[in-house]
């Protein structure tokens, strides 16, 4: 059961990552003609995102901390007697930076849902920055680790 909750984990995490890394180059990228393929990418409405990566980040975040019972339980005591500190300390790392992320997914929504046409973007350009990297950062982190030890083995 753990490890289809695993799998389900990271099929999650792989949506919420294409989410937010299109949204993010979308809203830094600047505008090109139309018809290269920068041009295509960036017309795609970067506003359009935001509810799938609200939506994306609270699942994942919901179905890790399910998972992490069984992590804290049956793998962290095999890292800590591999003297895996480093991996151990990165992984605490990302779960400060998926909490903090959750503290700032209001902000981020607000910032999207409503923004306003004469007032520069910076901020829900910042937000959505911010969280792409506490995303990338949990996804390649996870997967380090788990590749280190090894779910279920």
């Known amino acids: 059961m753990v490890t289809a909750l695993l799998i389900l ?3 999650v995490a ?9 949204q993010t180059l979308a809203s830094w990228m600047p ?3 139309p018809g290269s393929i920068f041009g295509r990418f960036r017309a795609v409405r970067a506003a359009g995102f935001a509810d799938a990566v609200v939506a994306l980040y609270v699942i994942s975040a ?27 300390g990165l992984f605490d790392i990302k779960e400060h930076f998926i909490a903090l992320g959750l503290a700032l997914l209001p902000a981020y929504w607000v910032s999207w849902r409503s923004p306003l ?9 910042v937000l959505t920055l911010i969280l792409a990297v506490f995303v990338w950062w949990g996804f390649l982190i996870g997967h380090v680790l788990n590749n280190i030890r090894g779910f279920g083995a």
Request: zero cysteines.
């Open 62 to 88: 919901v179905l890790g901390s399910v998972v992490y019972l069984y992590f804290r339980v049956a793998i962290r005591p095999e890292l800590e007697r591999g003297d895996q500190w480093t991996a151990i």
């Open 117 to 125: 046409t004469d007032e520069p973007p910076r901020t829900r350009n």
């Open 9 to 11: 984990h990271g099929l």
């Open 31 to 33: 505008r090109r003609r």
């Open 14 to 22: 792989v949506a919420l990552l294409g989410a937010i890394t299109h």
